[in-house]
């Protein structure tokens, strides 16, 4: 499943193992994506869980139009940036679990070449530097279009992922220095 060659820990590994699994065809590619984030579950999940405004932390939207309530089977109208071989992409609420922090979507249409793609997110809690962190985990599988190879289309959505994770970390520290999070003791 890990396409992009990173090396999991055992927490992660296990994480992906329970939380991301993708049915696979021969002409898809897959991979999973880990980022530590130096906040608090709580607040990283209020920005991940907000279907309705990838804006707040996805580079590379800058719009987002909603048709649906939030519930499962919601879809949302994103339009892109330039500089992306891509203008549009209508996406499905698949999951949206606040209990395990998990949110899962699925791509239905849109001007570009990701077709069949799913994705999983997960947020985990842990603990960076004796303050509350978060491990956020993002997996995908996708169609490998005429004329690409599975390597080049992992690396070209494992980009996209890496720059979102990214901005992701930097708006949730920037909150988290705001909100003074206290640190955990980890010694008894």
């Known amino acids: 499943m890990n396409g992009g060659g990173d090396v999991y820990g055992t927490m992660e590994a296990q994480y992906i193992r329970v939380h991301h699994r993708h049915e696979i065809r021969d002409d898809q590619c897959t991979s999973a994506l880990v980022k530590h984030i130096k906040a608090p579950v709580h607040l990283v999940w209020s920005l991940v869980r907000r279907f309705d405004q990838p804006q707040k932390y996805k580079p590379f939207v800058s719009r987002c139009t909603m048709n649906g309530d939030l519930g499962i089977g919601s879809v949302r ?9 891509a203008t549009t992409s209508t996406e499905r609420l698949e ?10 979507i699925k791509i239905v249409g849109g001007d570009h070449r990701l077709r069949n793609y799913s994705s999983i997110i997960t947020v985990h809690p842990e603990v960076i530097e004796g303050r509350p962190g978060t491990m956020v985990i993002e997996s995908f599988v996708v169609d490998v279009p005429e004329g690409n190879t599975k390597d080049e289309t992992c690396y070209f ?26 640190p955990i003791n980890t010694r008894y």
Do not use: F, W, Y
Not at 95 to 104: Q, T
Not at 157 to 182: F, G, H, P, W, Y
């Open 77 to 85: 109208e994103v339009n892109v940036k330039s500089g992306l071989p």
């Open 95 to 104: 999951l949206l679990d606040d209990e395990e922090h998990i949110l899962g």
């Open 157 to 182: 959505v494992e980009a996209l992922i890496r720059c979102n994770l990214k901005a992701l970390a930097d708006v949730s520290e920037r909150m988290a220095v705001l909100d003074q999070t206290e």
